[in-house]
């Protein structure tokens, strides 16, 4: 259905990062180990996003666009994710990666100390272009999702319509308004969940409605599932400094020592370091630290 990989530590070249190990992002798009029934290769597009330091000339929409891939400094929802900090630049093409030049002529001269890279697959049905490519980013988030949600559209609307009563009786003010997963950037269940994250990671904090971007993360994923209990919903969020991520259905490996975490699909070397996750869990990582907890022991919701 998709793979994706997610990096935090030292400074590092984000080219290098999608070719990185025998076993490497972009070879997994045409030799995939561990699909799980969601397909056989990963050709419809892919992305990747990387983080710079935040200011107000850097912060300024732009994008500079070549052929059918694009380099962006923002995209996305919500616009109140921007501010301080590390603020997520983008490149994405639907072509398949390994006939993009820019993987070895251009990125390799970007350097980041974070890199968030997905390759597709696309569900059968949902449009092949770059508007439906992950990684999806706003401010200083940038989100994937490797898997499916069956129905997605009555699905999604009905998270929507039960986050919005939860939210209301928490004591918010309509944060869940079902019209705006018509500002999806493309007609896909990823998209659409990207604006129920973003809307969930507005409201984040210790006094909000969810207390971290890992509980919303999470109960994103628990709530999907009470509407759509077959999805697969193998969810990535990362801010440059930590990633956060949940396993329902696909795999996903980490790879966690004092200077590096690095959260993946699959394994991309042979690295005797890297930990397979159990399914239906949240994890969290950075450099000298690795979480994981079943998502139905995840505390969600503000007191």
């Given amino acids: ?58 912060a300024a929409a732009q994008e500079v666009t070549a052929g059918r891939g694009d380099i962006s400094g923002r995209g996305g929802v919500p616009d109140s994710a921007v501010g301080g900090g590390l603020v997520a630049g983008r490149y994405r093409n639907s072509d398949p990666i390994w006939t993009d030049p820019a993987v070895e002529e251009v990125l390799p001269q970007l350097r980041s100390v974070g890199v968030l890279a997905s390759i597709r697959s696309a569900t059968a ?23 499916v949600v069956p129905e997605w559209r009555r699905a999604l609307t009905a998270v929507s319509s039960n986050l919005d009563v939860a939210a209301t009786q928490w004591g918010a003010t309509r944060l869940f308004e079902t019209a705006r997963l018509l500002e999806a950037e493309a007609p896909t269940d990823s998209a659409a969940l990207w604006v129920l994250l973003g809307e969930l990671l507005d409201s984040a904090g210790p006094e909000g409605f969810v207390e971290s971007p890992g509980a919303a993360l999470a109960l994103l994923a628990t709530s999907v599932l009470t509407h759509a209990p077959d999805a697969r919903l193998n969810l990535l969020l990362g801010d440059g400094e930590q990633l956060w991520a949940t396993t329902v259905y696909h795999a996903l490996s980490a790879l966690v020592t004092d200077d590096v975490a690095i959260l993946s699909s699959e394994p991309y070397d042979d690295d005797p370091r890297w930990q397979p996750i159990p399914d239906r869990c949240l994890v969290t990582a950075r450099p000298g630290g690795l979480s994981v907890e079943p998502l139905a022991d995840v505390r969600t919701a503000a007191r």
Avoid: K
């Fill in 1 to 58: 259905m998709c793979r994706h990989l997610g990096y935090v530590g030292p400074t590092t070249s984000v080219g290098e990062l999608l070719t990185r190990g025998t076993h490497s992002l972009r070879t997994q798009a045409w030799a995939p180990r561990e699909m799980r029934g969601g397909g056989t290769i990963n050709a419809d597009g892919f992305g990747v996003a990387w983080w710079r330091a935040d200011d107000a000339e850097a």
């Fill in 125 to 147: 049905g949902m449009p092949v272009e770059r508007a439906a490519c992950a990684p999806f980013v706003s401010g200083r988030w940038a989100f994937s999702h490797n898997g």
